[in-house]
């Protein structure tokens, strides 16, 4: 597998001067799986900006099919990287499903038959067949994430970022969710809490702790080191 992503010694400052990653280095290779886990506030949705220029280190690099991310690169990085943020009102402006699932097909320049044809099997595939013409905002969190998805997936993305997919989905559709993933010829990155959406779909594990990486490997090895899960908040002991 070659590297697709890079990231070299990152670091980044929110403008309220709070550091929320401190010098991560990782490397993601085409066609891999990983999950980003760890406790909240650990740094992950803020990792997760990073990989299609949302926001720019304070300190360090990306670079993503070798290509740092910078303004100048960023629709190239854009075509490569989709990212899905973890709240649906983040990514949906549109008073119609169809317009906000179109909306990157038509900015790629697609004909309207093309646009018309992408957004029918985004939607399709996330489980929203005929979909088009509803409000997305009248529907429900569940739903609005799947159209969310469906918008990043209608620009045929080579990297898929998502930030909390699973989270408000019920168990029919987290499993839908999982199986759409799994047939996809695409590298995924899941920023998760989700212990079950990991261990089906994410063969590394990438652990985060107050803004670094406190652990990186396979999923399977991690999962079975009960003080490694404590550390890194994705496991608890009981209080009683
Ligand atoms: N806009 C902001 N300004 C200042 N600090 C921020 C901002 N956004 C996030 N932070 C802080 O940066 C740290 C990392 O936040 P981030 O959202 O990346 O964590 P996370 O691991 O995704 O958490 P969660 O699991 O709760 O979603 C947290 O301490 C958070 O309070």
Redesign the pocket.
Known sequence: MNKLISINNLSYC???G?K?LDGINLNISRGESVAIA??????????LLHFNGIIHGTNGAVKVGGLPVTAANLKTVRRQVGVVF?NPDDQLFCPEVFDDVAFGPINMGLSEAEVRRTVADALKAVGLAGFERRSSHHLSLGEKKRVSLASVMAMSPEVLALD?PSSNLDPSAKWGLIDLLHSLDITRIV?T?DLELIEALCPRLIV?KQ?KVLADGATTDIMADRELLLAGGLAARRHQ
């Open positions: 929110y403008p309220d709070h929320a760890g406790s909240n506030g650990a740094g992950k949705s803020t990792l973890q909390e920023v809490h985060m803004g």
